[in-house]
């Protein structure tokens, strides 16, 4: 349903079955009850480049005043988003890239060195030699593209670190745990696996305790997300022996389009943090979160009471309207 605000921003993501995408969602609307001349649509294209290009389309037709893309697949993508920004709309695009330029400003942690960082810790880890499993994400999409080119680069200091890679398409059941599956019955055996997010991570976390009950495969993956379920929980219960932290910027993506809007400086690229969490850290960084957890169910109940009172004050106002023209 579009209001009377005055400024309409749409949102195109690319898959939001998972809870690292429910995440970003919810910033993005805690974020925008800091922003009452702001209106979000989200149209979510479950994993399809064919809807996402479609939705693109449809949001410029609309008639936004910006537009917030998380583009599934970097190539079959690019061509509607730059057709969007060509025809005048600021893009600010989040988490994943296209493979032009054509962009207002981009939102996201550094993902080549996510890669980086996650070679040097498992070289550590491994006193600089053993047999890793790579636990890609999906093909075309540059998180994907990033984390690898990152991650290899960084492994080939250590010609005695062998990689064997597997496409987990970002995905649990139905690729990352069924390929996990079909190398370990094919008799293979690794010292770590390195997956390019947790949801991967613990799907190979629980096919291997299925398979090898008592196995010592240690797994890193990547998001580190906090509250039930998320990576944070993963390195605290064992489950995972790390996770890099990857913010999902929803929250920057607002503020930054309402920089944009409002005719305020802002910066073209927007580097969220990284870091690796794992036992060292992992304690800390759950008091921290939970606290912020805390923190943003305070704003929203609030933002909730506000939007009540505007209800109640603009009925209170018709009738004062209406007691007038009587
Ligand atoms: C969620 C997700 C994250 C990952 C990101 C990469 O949909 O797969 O787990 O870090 O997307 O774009």
Known sequence: QITDKKYLVGFSQCTSFDSWRKTMQSEMQRELSFHGDMQLVIKDAQGDNDAQNKHINELVEMGVDLLIISPNEAEPVTRSVDQAYRSGIPVILIDRKTNSNFYT????????????????YIASLLDGQGKVLEIKGLKGSTPFIERHNGFRDQIKAFPQIEVTEIEGEWGGEETARKRFVELMQGGNSFDLAFAHNDIMAYAA????????????????????????????DYVTSGILKASLLYPTGGDVAIQIASD???????????????????????????????KILAHESDINRLAERIDQQRVVYKNQQYILYVIAVL
């Not at 400003?105 to 040097?120: E, H, M, P, R």
């Not at 073209?268 to 008091?287: F, P």
Request: net charge negative; glycine share 14%; proline share 4%.
């Open 260 to 290: 944009i809007l409002h005719g305020r400086p802002y910066n073209k690229d927007n580097e969220l943090v990284t870091t690796v969490i794992d036992s060292s850290n992992v304690h800390v960084m759950r008091m921290q979160t939970n």
């Open 105 to 120: 400003a981009y939102v996201g942690a550094n993902n080549y060195k996510i890669g980086k960082i996650a070679a040097t």
């Open 205 to 232: 976390y629980e096919s291997y305790r299925e398979l090898s009950p008592g196995g010592s495969l240690e797994i890193i993956g990547v998001d580190a997300l906090s509250g039930p379920g998320g990576g944070i």
